[in-house]
């Protein structure tokens, strides 16, 4: 059995962290399907960066929307539910099939909105809707203007990945505004069965960690934080409030890890993977690190409510001088800034390419 099928039978979903036209056209993500068990996909401002930057193949249909006199913003939502959509519909029979559990595509508001809560909800309700796909998530970061979006928009009945969450307490206000939204839906008589996962960014914590930890600390502390938060979930889904709103036909908002491709050379390139194998969760993953899965990943012992290997990691990293909840606060800021960054230079790219475009037309 291969491994990638091993660990969707222990009952996590596989999801793929990377969107590219090329992907749709040349029926990559279709094999990913069929061979690697790949059930969902996300994507994030850097992912849309590097695909529309490092290819050809949305030349035409930039300089097409360009002479239609869309700007950058408008147009890049445009490329960006294209190929949304398309895979989304190649995820459809996983959606049906699982009863609207698995199967989805993520979709990020602009990055820019992370501290404006108002336009953050008007955004999701207008992306969502152009989407007109049941299995489209719209991805809101968890800040604090954030939660507050995620609350309305989950009220609003709009499905939500919320991202950049980096800590057991992030997770859990996260899930709290989730379980809001859910409450004032059954509240209002509406239907409490809206779709959320909540993304924790799990090795950005070592790659900000390892400089100031010992070697024997190395790659250690986002498996004993994404433990920390997992212990977390588990605890919510036996509690007594979200019994109640199960009771109700509400859906669980699943636990998804992000960021699990091995950015150290010298550890394991399945690392995240590995480690981090719980049933009910996701593990969205970049190519290289699926591929390294499938390839020669092992599926090991999944991870259980006794295991109390993460509180003695992160109390050894907090006598070398790790303040967790400071630098859980600092990499959600990090990481706002860093797909600001990247929404910046695809907006550029955009806009140069279809100058480019525009310019090679006229000879």
Known sequence: MKPTQALHDLGQSLWLDNITRTLLDDATLTRYIRDFAITGLTSNPTIFEHAIGNSNAYDEAIHRKAREGKPGEALFFELAL?????????FRPVFEASNGVDGWVSLEVSPLLAHDAARTIAAAAELHARGARPNLFIKIPGTPEGLVAIEASIFAGVPVNVTLLFSRAQYEAAAQAYMRGIERRIAARLDP????VASLFVSRWDVAANKSLPQRLHNRLGIAVATQAWRAYRELLESTRWQTLAAAGARAQRLLWASTGTKDPS?????????LA??????????ETLHAFADHGHVKQALTMQD???EA??????LDGIDDDALAARLQREGADAFAASWHKLLESIASKAARLAENGKA
């Open 278 to 287: 719980a049933r009910g969760t996701i593990n969205t993953m970049p190519e």
């Open 313 to 318: 990691m992160l109390a050894a990293c907090r």
């Open 193 to 196: 069965k809206i779709g959320s």
């Open 267 to 275: 550890a394991p390139d399945t690392l995240y993977v590995e480690q």
């Open 308 to 310: 109390k290997a993460a």
């Open 82 to 90: 294209e190929d949304l959509t398309r895979a989304a519909d190649l």
